[in-house]
């Protein structure tokens, strides 16, 4: 076997050999890409899903809240308050309102009232309402200070979405073999090699 004839079986093994490695790198990055996607596919299916739920909460407490302000709306007067509170805060015992006795038993003249003049009322609330009242108080506190917890909550939540949003974006850019640019140096690579291991076998040949 002469010398010309092993160089040229030398380069054809190595074409074999750098054709073998490009085709286990694509066949590894396809395999890549593949398991990836799965993943995506699948926590896209639970962001779906939290989406819809979060959907279907926030349109109820839209209208939970839009017929708690028109209740609100619609109540003026302290006998409304009386009749509307059970609405709000169910309590043991009824507020009830009270007329002076000077009032309940006669004209608003006698009185000592003009008779355009509002008539004063005192609201008797029963001591079984009290621990009530005050265990709402306390719970409406409470609940001031989670809601600004959790709207602080929130906002780093979304720095933290968007972190992990690019984080993904950069996955999937990678799996798919990179950047455009990066793409283009890869392959430039690869046709550097290639031409420099044809320009030996045909230095060799010569």
Do not use: Y
Not at 24 to 33: K, L
Not at 78 to 97: G, H, K, N, S
Not at 105 to 115: C, E, F, N, Q
Request: charged share 25%; aromatic share 2%.
């Amino acid at each position: 076997m002469t010398t010309r004839i092993k160089l040229e079986i030398a380069a054809a093994i190595l074409a074999l050999a750098a054709l073998a490695i490009i085709g286990a790198s694509w066949i590894g990055a396809r395999e890549e890409g593949i398991r990836l996607k799965a993943t995506l596919d699948a926590q896209n299916a639970v962001i779906a899903d939290a989406g819809k739920r979060e959907a279907a909460r926030d349109a109820a407490l839209k209208d939970s809240l839009a017929a708690v302000e028109d209740l609100r709306k619609r109540t003026q007067t302290p006998q409304e308050a009386v009749r509307a509170l059970p609405q709000v805060l169910p309590l043991p015992q009824p507020i009830t309102l009270n007329l002076p006795a000077a009032v309940a038993s006669a004209d608003p003249s006698k009185a000592g009232l003009k008779p355009d003049s509002p008539v004063p009322q005192t609201a008797t609330i029963p001591a079984a309402d009290l621990k009530p009242l005050f265990d709402f108080a306390a719970t409406c506190k409470e609940c001031q200070q989670k809601l600004a917890a959790a709207e602080a909550d929130k906002a780093d939540d979304a720095v933290k979405i968007g972190a992990l949003t690019k984080e993904r974006n950069e996955a999937v850019t990678a799996a798919k073999g990179g950047s455009k640019w990066q793409r283009i140096k890869r392959a430039g690579k690869w046709f550097v090699i290639g031409a420099a291991a044809g320009a030996l076998a045909a230095k060799a040949a010569h």
